[in-house]
Nanobody
Framework: QLQLVESGGGLVQPGGSLRLSCAAS????????IGWFRQAPGKEREGVSCISISGSSTNYLESVKGRFTISTDNAKNTVYLQMNSLKPEDTAVYYC????????????????????WGQGTQVTVSS
């Protein structure tokens, strides 16, 4: 059974760091792009970062470039999002998601291209 489970969220002060994990089961990450998305209250879900099949390429939302890093450990079937220099505007529920089709690249980080989602983990950046 396909499952994505996020962890690692929490409360952090501005300028701090968190590492989110997305543990996948029921499929092989080698064949799918995996994305991180976030949704703040009253806002639409937006793509934050994505890693394409077998880590061949990565995409980032412009506002997180240089601060966030996505990586994958295929042996553990886990994708990570290292978030540094966090800002209050990064506050949101963060979700990981699997692309709907095998061998598709990340594309434009549109939520519509990702068909399987985790339950989300809350990230709050506040002093």
């Amino acid at each position: 059974q396909l499952q994505l489970v996020e962890s690692g969220g929490g409360l952090v002060q501005p300028g701090g760091s968190l590492r989110l994990s997305c543990a996948a089961s029921g499929f092989t990450m080698d064949y799918y792009s995996i994305g991180w998305f976030r949704q703040a209250p009253g806002k639409e879900r937006e793509g934050v970062s994505c890693i394409s099949i077998s880590g061949s390429s990565t995409n980032y939302l412009e506002s997180v470039k240089g601060r966030f890093t996505i990586s994958t450990d295929n042996a553990k079937n886990t994708v990570y999002l290292q978030m540094n220099s966090l800002k209050p505007e990064d506050t949101a529920v963060y979700y990981c998601a699997r692309a709907s089709y095998r061998f598709r690249p990340c594309g434009l980080l549109s939520p519509a291209d990702f068909g399987s989602w985790g339950q989300g983990t809350q990230v709050t950046v506040s002093s």
